[in-house]
């Protein structure tokens, strides 16, 4: 009988191969990533039913000793993370996704803001929105506005999230940066952020968690539908 066609699944079986697999991989001492032989070759040389090989595998994968990628094979240690960089990320999403994410991460950013801002912080978001209101062209109001939601991105006092917003607003400004102004040459008077902005801020400084969260996703989602509904005027 062919071993390496066998189908012994015994636990026996299979409790035997893993000893030989560990065994195997230790003498070889293979650095991480390096691509182990085809099952069926695999199986030939260690002399156990491929079934048996599998679930042994299967065992070490599960320990983060191998790793599988499906049509290339079984590698050694754990799987890498892949990390794209910001230019390849802009180039594979859209505005629909940014403004998911934006939806899914900056209501919990301003609830942490309600948490920890001191006041020095909440000045500075008071100063940012006065800048919005101010602004003199779209432009203007666009580099207050992205100052003000980093204000309060500081304001949780969290490294994580301040890092995970930057590179969210990176890729928000190379996508959808200006596909929110109108054809006025500015912010009209009655823009919609003017009122929601001031509604975040009262809750932070309120130390409303709730209320911080639900004013940022209610901004956000007034964004998205100018944003992805065509509007007659600019975010």
Request: aromatic share 4%; proline share 4%.
């Amino acid at each position: 009988m062919d071993i390496a066609d066998d189908h012994d699944t015994s636990g026996e079986g299979n409790g035997a191969t893993l000893v030989q697999l560990r065994a195997w991989l230790t003498r070889h001492n293979f650095p991480p990533n390096t691509r182990l032989p085809a099952e069926r070759e695999l199986s030939e040389q260690l002399g156990v039913s491929r079934a048996d090989l599998r679930k042994a595998l299967a065992t070490l994968e599960a320990e983060g000793q191998l790793w599988r990628h499906v049509g290339k094979g079984t590698f050694t240690g754990s799987r890498a993370i892949e990390v794209l960089s910001l230019a390849e990320i802009d180039r594979e999403t859209n505005p629909a996704e940014v403004m998911r994410t934006r939806l899914l991460i900056e209501p919990i950013i301003a609830r942490e803001a309600a948490l920890n801002a001191t006041s020095r912080h909440v000045e500075a978001m008071h100063r940012c929105v006065q800048r919005t209101r101010r602004a003199g062209t779209w432009r203007q109001y666009e580099a207050a506005d992205n100052e003000l939601h980093r204000c309060i991105a500081e304001a949780t006092d969290n490294r994580l999230l301040l890092a995970l917003f930057d590179a969210l607003n990176a890729v928000r400004r190379a996508v959808v940066w200006g596909m929110l102004r109108s054809n006025a040459d500015r912010p009209p008077a009655d823009h919609h952020s003017f009122a929601e902005h001031d509604r975040i801020i009262t809750a932070i400084e309120q130390r409303d968690l709730e209320g911080a969260g639900q004013a940022m996703y209610q901004h956000l989602r007034a964004v998205e539908r100018h944003l992805l509904e065509p509007p007659s005027a600019g975010q």
